[in-house]
Antibody
Framework: QLQLQESGSGLVKPSETLSLTCAVSGDSISSGGYSWSWIRQPPGKGLEWIGYIYLSGSTYYNPSLKSRVTISVDRSKNHFSLNLNSVTAADTAVYYC????????????????WGQGTLVTVSS | QSVLTQPPSVSGAPGQRVTISCTGSSSDIGAGYDVHWYQQLPGTAPKLLIYGDTNRPSGVPDRFSGSKSGTSASLAITGLQAEDEADYYCQSYDSSLGGHVLFGGGTKLTVI
C-alpha cells in the first residue's frame, strides 16, 4: 500500500525559502502512470493546489504561486520536493503531498492517497 | 482566481439524507471537467470519496454518491451517521489562466 510522508522545516522566516520533501513508500516513484502533487491548507481554511510534476519532469503550477514555486523529483531517493521562496505569513499552512493517477484527459486527475500533512509556520 | 462555491455548512439528523452542492462556471465544471469529492475528518488529511463525478473508490460506502449537471455538482449522503461529521471538498479543473486545479471552499457537515 502506497504511503506518503512529508518532512521539512516547520518554521521558516519571512522572505526565506520553504523546503519540503515527500517520501514515497510501498511503490517506486519511477513506476510511471502517476503525477505527484503538493496541496496546502492554511489553518482553519480550505485546500489550495500548489502544483504537480510528472516523471518526465514536466511541472504544472497554480498561477497564483507559479513565480515562487519549484517542484522536483529524485528517483534515486524515491521522493519529490517542494521549494517555495520569498515566503510571508500568508504561506503558513499544513502542506500535503499526494499522488494522482494519470487519466485521459490528464486535467481530470484526482488526488489519492494523501500524506498526513506537515505544518509550516512562517514567522520571525 | 475562480473558485468552486460550496455552502459553508449543512446539517442533518442520523439516518437522514443530506446534499452538498458545488457550483462552478463555464470554464470549469460547465466545461465538462470531472468533479471529485474529498472527506476530511477533524485533524486528518483529506480522503478521496468520489472521483470522476460519480465513482466510489473501493471501501467507500454506497451511502455516498455524486452527480453533476451543467455548472454544478452534488454530493449526497444517505443514512447519515455520526462518523460522517467532517469537512467535504469538491475539486475540478479550471481552463482559465492557463489551466489549474480548483478546490471548493469546503462544507462542514454536522450530524445533529
Amino acid at each position: 500500500q502506497l504511503q506518503l510522508q512529508e518532512s521539512g522545516s516547520g518554521l521558516v522566516k519571512p522572505s526565506e525559502t520553504l523546503s519540503l520533501t515527500c517520501a514515497v513508500s510501498g511503490d517506486s516513484i519511477s513506476s510511471g502512470g502517476y503525477s505527484w502533487s503538493w496541496i496546502r491548507q492554511p489553518p482553519g481554511k480550505g485546500l489550495e493546489w500548489i502544483g504537480y510534476i510528472y516523471l518526465s519532469g514536466s511541472t504544472y503550477y497554480n498561477p497564483s504561486l507559479k513565480s515562487r514555486v519549484t517542484i522536483s523529483v529524485d528517483r534515486s531517493k524515491n521522493h519529490f520536493s517542494l521549494n517555495l521562496n520569498s515566503v510571508t505569513a500568508a504561506d503558513t499552512a499544513v502542506y500535503y503531498c499526494a499522488r494522482s493517477l494519470v487519466v485521459t484527459p490528464a486535467v481530470n486527475n484526482w488526488f489519492d492517497p494523501w500524506g498526513q500533512g506537515t505544518l509550516v509556520t512562517v514567522s520571525s | 482566481q475562480s473558485v468552486l462555491t460550496q455552502p459553508p455548512s449543512v446539517s442533518g439528523a442520523p439516518g437522514q439524507r443530506v446534499t452538498i452542492s458545488c457550483t462552478g462556471s463555464s470554464s470549469d465544471i460547465g466545461a465538462g471537467y470531472d468533479v471529485h469529492w474529498y472527506q476530511q475528518l477533524p485533524g486528518t488529511a483529506p480522503k478521496l470519496l468520489i472521483y470522476g463525478d460519480t465513482n466510489r473508490p473501493s471501501g467507500v460506502p454506497d451511502r455516498f454518491s455524486g452527480s453533476k449537471s451543467g455548472t454544478s455538482a452534488s454530493l449526497a449522503i444517505t443514512g447519515l451517521q455520526a462518523e460522517d461529521e467532517a469537512d467535504y471538498y469538491c475539486q475540478s479543473y479550471d481552463s482559465s489562466l492557463g489551466g489549474h486545479v480548483l478546490f471548493g471552499g469546503g462544507t462542514k457537515l454536522t450530524v445533529i
